[in-house]
Every structure is written in C-alpha cells, then in structure tokens.
Nanobody, 121 residues
Framework: QVQLVESGGGLVQAGGSLRLSCAAS????????MGWYRQVPGRQRELVAS???????NYSDSVKGRFTIARDNAKNTVHLQMNSLRPEDTGVYYC???????????????WGQGTQVTVTS
C-alpha cells in the first residue's frame, strides 16, 4: 500500500519562498506520475505541477517561472520549490501519485494528507 507524507508548508510573506516535500512508501515511486495540487475553500482541487517518471514537467500557467517540481527516485521523494509567492498561492497543497493500470494490475491514485500554505500580503 502506497502512502504519501507531505511536509514544508507554512506561513510566508508575499515574495517569499517555501519548499514542499512529499515522501512515498513502497516500490512504485519511480514508475509513477507525481503531482502537486492546490485546494482553496469553495473551489475544486487544481493541478499546480506534475512530473512524469521520465522527469517531464508540467506547470499551471499561474505558477510557471516561479515554482519548480523535482523528483529524487533514489529517495522516493518529490519536491515543490515555490518562489515569489503571492497571496493567491494560498491553499492546502496535496501530493498525488498516479500509475496507470494494465491487464494484470489496477491503476493507482493516491493522495497525501495535505499541507497548508498561507501567503500574506
């Protein structure tokens, strides 16, 4: 059973930086798509950044140039470096692991517990 544990959230002033980390248990991390999502009250959870098993990255338009996602397969971790933070970046950030299914295995879609990021103006 895969489990994800996030860390690194907190309170920061606008223009500051935070680094989120997500540690995964199990042996499938290196084969999985990893993503960071953000949720604010009253809105759907939205993708912030993702990184494939071959380290291809994808970012939402709102964070391009400010956030960087990276993975360390040797340590089963994924990080989100957040720079030039803005108040609109505030929310609960969730780590996600996805691995597609095949005829011999079910797909996997696992979420962490979330970590709060608050950016003050």
């Amino acid at each position: 059973q895969v489990q994800l544990v996030e860390s690194g959230g907190g309170l920061v002033q606008a223009g500051g930086s935070l680094r989120l980390s997500c540690a995964a248990s199990g042996s499938i991390f290196g084969f999985s798509l990893m993503g960071w999502y953000r949720q604010v009250p009253g809105r759907q959870r939205e993708l912030v950044a993702s990184i494939s098993s071959s380290s291809i990255t994808n970012y939402s338009d709102s964070v391009k140039g400010r956030f960087t996602i990276a993975r360390d397969n040797a340590k089963n971790t994924v990080h989100l470096q957040m720079n030039s933070l803005r108040p609109e970046d505030t929310g609960v950030y969730y780590c996600n692991l996805k691995r597609g299914g095949t005829i011999v295995r079910n797909p996997i879609d696992v979420w962490g517990q979330g970590t709060q990021v608050t950016v003050t103006s």
